[in-house]
């Protein structure tokens, strides 16, 4: 295996400009989504007094802040200058997010506060559920071959909020269906420690405790360099 760098280093000028536009259109459309996601998710909040289709919420305006960080990221000239500052937001954005979940199951548990029941909020939650993965994947497979720690970042914190749909939903689902009001909050908690760590590794520059050597560089990267390799003599 080759030890020189991946990703952006083998990228010409064209195909650079061409992975700087789905950047920038994965993120307009993530936070198109979310932004309709934030007020359906919470208006069928309110009128059914869940707290956790609220908290879904407020989930998707911290995912709209993350993506705006790397929508400001690619505004720029030269993106790569302004890599370690969006890195910091998603940073935030992920703490954030944590802080939150934590406090609102926290809250859930001790008032003990069962929801009505919220076809509104169960058909979002499924929508989300099959929209962000796909969301997250496009975005994940474009910053690693441009070379872009904080659009891979960005494309966790997408996968997060499928995987906080995924929550939601069962939650919403057990609490109509048998009553298990607490299923929701209890799994929240978990997905905040797992928040809690991908904003440390963002603020430290990494993702999942994976180099950003290795995180930006995709197989395909891998596989041509070794590919010019063995054609050495």
Not at 97 to 122: K, M, N, Q, Y
Not at 195 to 206: F, M, Y
């Amino acid at each position: 295996m080759s030890d020189r760098p991946t990703g952006a280093g083998y990228l010409r000028p064209a195909r650079r400009a061409v992975l700087e536009r789905r950047i920038r259109w994965v993120v307009a459309a993530t936070i198109s989504y979310n932004l309709v996601e934030a007020v359906v998710a919470i208006a069928a909040g309110r009128a059914a007094s869940s707290t956790a289709l609220i908290g879904f919420g407020l989930d998707s305006v911290v995912e709209v802040l993350s993506a705006a960080a790397v929508a400001w990221q690619f505004a720029a000239p030269d993106p790569e200058t302004r890599e370690k500052p969006a890195m910091r937001a998603i940073a935030i954005a992920f703490f954030a997010l944590a802080a939150f979940v934590t406090v609102d199951a926290v809250r859930t548990v001790l008032t003990g506060s069962a929801p009505e029941h919220s076809t509104v909020g169960i058909v979002l939650a499924a929508v989300s559920l099959g929209v962000m993965p796909g969301l997250s994947w496009f975005e994940r497979r474009t910053g690693r071959e441009l070379g872009s720690a904080s659009a891979v970042a960005d494309s966790r914190q997408t996968l997060m909020c499928a995987w906080l749909s995924a929550v939601l939903l069962v939650g919403l689902v057990l609490n109509s269906t048998l009553g298990w009001w607490w299923a929701d909050p209890l799994a929240a908690v978990a997905i905040a420690a797992f928040a809690i760590r991908e904003g440390v590794e963002a603020w430290n520059g990494d993702s999942c405790g994976t180099p950003l050597a290795q995180l930006v560089g995709g197989e395909e990267d891998h596989e041509h360099a070794d590919e010019e390799d063995s054609d050495k003599p």
